[in-house]
């Protein structure tokens, strides 16, 4: 399975910069982008193992599970 497909996906739109996904990710996939107001998360997709604690983390819903993913 190519790992785009295990990767949550993820939309910055509804982020708040409260980073609760940086800190529970354990591959570093997710980093802080931020500049004066604009804050959110970005997801590096390269290094995601599809574990999904990015995706019960976020408040806003940001990230969303991928059908083939665990
Ligand atoms: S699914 Fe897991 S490895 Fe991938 S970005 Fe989310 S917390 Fe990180
Ligand atoms: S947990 Fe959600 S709202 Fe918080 S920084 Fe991550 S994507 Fe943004």
Do not use: D
Not at 1 to 24: E, Q
């Amino acid at each position: 399975m190519r790992k785009s497909n295990i990767c949550p996906s993820f939309s910055s739109k509804n982020c708040t910069g409260c980073w609760k996904c940086v800190s529970a990710c354990p591959q570093k996939a997710i980093h802080r982008i931020g500049f004066l107001w604009h804050r959110h998360a970005a997801l590096y997709r390269a290094r995601c193992i599809g574990c999904n604690r990015c995706v019960a983390v976020c408040p806003e819903g940001c990230f969303t599970k991928r059908s083939g993913g665990q």
